[in-house]
């Protein structure tokens, strides 16, 4: 199904209003059986921004807190990782942790920026009881960190596809995107990620097929490339992935259309 993103305000807002009282009390009703039902929990399962490799540390960048929570509340962590997060040091946090909220939303940094080497311990929050850790610390608490290849490794073998593991999550070509901003995430990506960028992830991590599907909204404007933070070239990765889709079917009828220069000899 195919949703705008006018749609998918207004099915939140409906949500958030189905008890009938203002949408603020009802978000903060939310937040806090969300709380409840964190701290209940036998396993907690997170993303990692970043992995360094030196400490072990993870790097969280959210803007409402629950990750954290979900870290430090129930006896088991879990965090699932690419491989392309993992950081050779500590010391390399810094400009990604920068860059990724000014990409974003224009902060100088995001609402919660969190740092933890595993396990840790459950912290005391200052609430009624300030001297009181959300949670018991067992002497056995476990930690699992998940680092997922799934295509990503023969990713960083392809030389046109490379540029796609650079990408940081921070969301800059999808805001810059005018195509994306009038038919939204539903309709522009697929199931690892939204926006132009989207189509190198599915293309090297769920095949063409996945890719082709909304391949052709990239019309290759180049705005995104300025607004990217790493500098990547998404429309030369989509003009790449269309002339592999274009090559993978019956292209008898249209040889001549893919005559002359391809992305392989581009004056890049």
Request: net charge negative; hydrophobic share 35%; charged share 25%.
């Amino acid at each position: 199904m195919v949703r705008s993103r006018e749609g998918t305000a207004r099915r939140i807002r409906e949500l958030l209003s189905t008890e009938g009282g203002p949408v603020e009390e009802n978000t903060l009703g939310f937040n806090e059986y969300l709380g409840d039902r964190i701290a209940e929990a036998d396993v907690g399962v997170t993303g990692a921004n970043f992995v360094t490799a030196d400490t072990g540390t993870l790097a969280l960048v959210t803007s409402e807190g629950n990750a954290r929570k979900t870290v430090v509340a129930p006896d088991t962590h879990v965090a699932v990782a690419g491989v392309e997060k993992v950081l050779p040091t500590f010391e390399d946090l810094r400009p990604f942790v920068e860059l990724i909220g000014r990409s974003a939303t224009g902060q100088d940094i995001t609402s919660y920026v969190s740092f933890f080497t595993p396990p840790v311990d459950s912290p005391s929050i200052a609430f009624d009881r300030a001297d009181a850790p959300i949670s018991e610390d067992p002497p056995d608490r476990e930690f699992h960190l998940v680092l997922v290849d799934n295509g990503r490794m023969a990713m960083r073998e392809d030389d046109d596809l490379r540029e796609t593991l650079y990408c940081i999550r921070c969301g800059a070509c999808a805001n810059s995107c005018a195509n994306f901003q009038s038919v939204g995430g539903h309709a522009f990506g697929g199931e690892t990620y939204t926006g132009g960028i989207a189509g190198g992830w599915e293309a090297g991590v769920h095949g063409l097929d996945a890719a082709a599907n909304f391949n052709d909204l990239c019309t290759g404007c180049s705005r995104c490339v300025t607004a990217c933070p790493v500098e990547i070239d998404v429309p030369w990765i989509n003009t790449v992935v269309r002339d592999r889709i274009n090559r993978t079917g019956d292209d008898s009828n249209v040889d001549f259309l893919v005559e002359g220069p391809t992305p392989r000899v581009s004056c890049r």
